[in-house]
């Protein structure tokens, strides 16, 4: 199976940005979707963006649409968020997921494979 990495998160004031990276490992890393979700104190884990497993196809959750970017690099193994005009209620821990299916899915429960996340601090 593939493992991954979250990097990338901090600390950033309202309207900066900031690029989260997520490290694959393991075989076959262009074979399925991925998508970041996040998790805020208090909160359900909630859906952010997905992409498909060529990377022709996306999904964002309505909330950041028009800010955040989903993008991979399956030369690198790579999966990336570029989070642009951020808001305070964007903190939150943000994880990666391998999905078991080849679709850019918001499902949660279709993730299989999680990385173990990076903090995301937006302050006013």
């Known amino acids: ?72 690099d399956n030369a690198k193994s790579m999966l990336y968020l570029q989070m642009i005009s951020l808001k305070p209620e964007d903190t939150a821990v943000y994880y990666c997921g391998a999905a078991g299916t080849t679709v850019a899915t918001t499902t949660r429960s279709s993730y299989n494979t999680w990385g173990q996340g990076t903090q995301v601090t937006v302050s006013s």
């Open 1 to 72: 199976q593939v493992q991954l990495v979250e990097s990338g998160g901090g600390l950033v004031q309202a309207g900066g940005s900031l690029k989260l990276s997520c490290a694959a490992s393991g075989r076959s890393f262009s074979s399925y979707g991925m998508g970041w979700f996040r998790q805020a104190p208090g909160k359900e884990r909630e859906f952010v963006a997905a992409i498909s497993w060529l990377g022709g196809v996306t999904n964002y959750a309505d909330s950041v649409k028009g800010r955040f970017t989903i993008s991979r």
